[in-house]
């Protein structure tokens, strides 16, 4: 505006709030909001459009009397958020290499500014799941194993394979994988309800249920150049990094042009932050499957390792039968067994403690008599 004092004609200057279209549909806007919403896609175009290699060097606009520049990028409003952006991407870059959680080349492929920005919207705690996770430090029996004494490094649903954190998205028991092919099955729903791109839905899809066994390209030969770029970008990350959500920026100008032409109900940044959490989701859905199993009171497996152990104690109790018991606490001999599949055995347990109990005071008051009569006859000699 500094440079616009000196035109020849009148000027009134309207501000115009940005991105409008986050929380409103479009369909309601004002009219100037409209259209500074199709600019702002029409230029995010030109961005995606870009050769990610050999992207042109930002510059400043004619007559433009200041710019700031961090990184790439060129602050054009607060630049706290821009700064912290470059700073975490580039202390993440350094990291991930240095612990071979991914090569600097598959870095770059990442669409990292979804990630980052839905990491930020998401709860404290899902947060440092989501670290865990991805670094390899989470609470798998592997992990566990490394400062637990004679702990099973085991996975506790397939008994076959060491559980690290990539175990726990390849787990090939049947309850493992149709819990992940449901919340695949939930998230297909989610594209298709905010409007993804119907052939971009089906190779996010078709990729997410291939468990690895199948690759981006492949799903997407013969689509267009654009997939083709895609499909070589993604396999270039990976499919366990994919589903903890490091998508590649590929798919970003093909769901752009969707956007564009107003079938999705979402703007595009808030529709690649949405696809970030619901893979984290699906990923977040085979540890809470993991848990239950591990650690519910009635079918957990540590509930079912104590329950065959309180199991022994019944049996061994009753074929002690009524040896060491009072006539009156003959009833105690009478238990289901079979209620422990059922239950959490803690009713169970307390049976165990009181039999213990009924044995333990049957056996001092039979030393107490025994005792007594030794000492009668001692004292009439006496």
Not at 35 to 63: M, S, T, Y
Not at 70 to 85: A, H, I, N, P
Not at 265 to 289: I, N
Request: proline letters at 3%.
């Amino acid at each position: 505006m500094i440079n616009c004092n000196d035109l020849t004609f009148d000027l009134h200057y309207s501000h115009v709030r940005a991105h409008q279209d986050d929380s409103i549909l479009y369909a309601l806007l004002s009219r100037p909001a409209q259209l500074n919403c199709i600019v702002d896609i029409k230029a995010k175009r030109v961005i995606w459009g870009l050769d990610g290699d050999e992207l042109p060097p930002q510059e400043v606009f004619p007559l433009e009397a200041v710019s700031v520049f961090v990184g790439q990028e060129k602050m054009t409003s607060d630049t706290s958020d821009s700064l912290r952006f470059w700073a975490h991407q580039r202390l993440a870059r350094a990291t991930f290499f240095k612990l071979d959680v991914m090569s600097g080349q598959s870095f770059q492929e990442v669409a990292w500014r979804p990630v980052y920005d839905a990491l930020h919207d998401v709860p404290r705690l899902f947060q440092l799941w989501a670290c865990k996770q991805v670094m390899d430090v989470a609470g798998t029996n592997l992990t566990q194993s490394y400062y637990t004494d004679d702990h099973d490094p085991h996975c506790p649903s397939c008994s076959q394979e060491v559980e690290s954190c990539d175990h726990v998205l390849r787990c090939n028991e049947a309850g493992r994988v149709d819990a992940l092919l449901r919340s695949i099955g939930w998230l297909d729903d989610w594209l298709k309800n905010v409007g993804t791109e119907p052939t971009l839905r089906k190779a996010i899809v078709k990729y997410a249920r291939g468990r690895d066994s199948t690759t981006m390209e492949d799903i997407t030969w013969g689509w267009g150049l654009g997939f083709r770029e895609m499909g070589r970008s993604q396999d270039a990350i990976g499919w366990r990094r994919f589903m903890e959500g490091m998508f590649t920026k590929e798919m970003m100008p093909i769901q752009a042009d969707f956007v564009e032409l107003g079938e999705c109900t979402l703007s595009l940044d808030k529709w690649a932050q949405g696809l970030v959490v619901k893979l984290l989701e699906v990923t977040h859905g085979q540890w809470l499957y993991r848990n239950v199993h591990v650690h519910d009171a009635v079918t957990g497996a540590a509930a079912t390792a104590r329950k065959e152990e309180i199991q022994q104690f019944i049996e061994d109790q009753i074929e002690l039968g009524e040896e060491g018991l009072d006539a009156s606490d003959y009833y105690l001999l009478e238990v289901n067994l079979e209620d422990l599949e059922t239950t959490s055995g803690e009713e169970q347990h307390y049976w165990l403690l009181q039999i213990q109990a009924a044995r333990r005071d049957f056996q001092l008051r039979r030393n107490r008599n025994q005792n007594g009569n030794q000492r009668g006859p001692r004292e009439r000699r006496a």
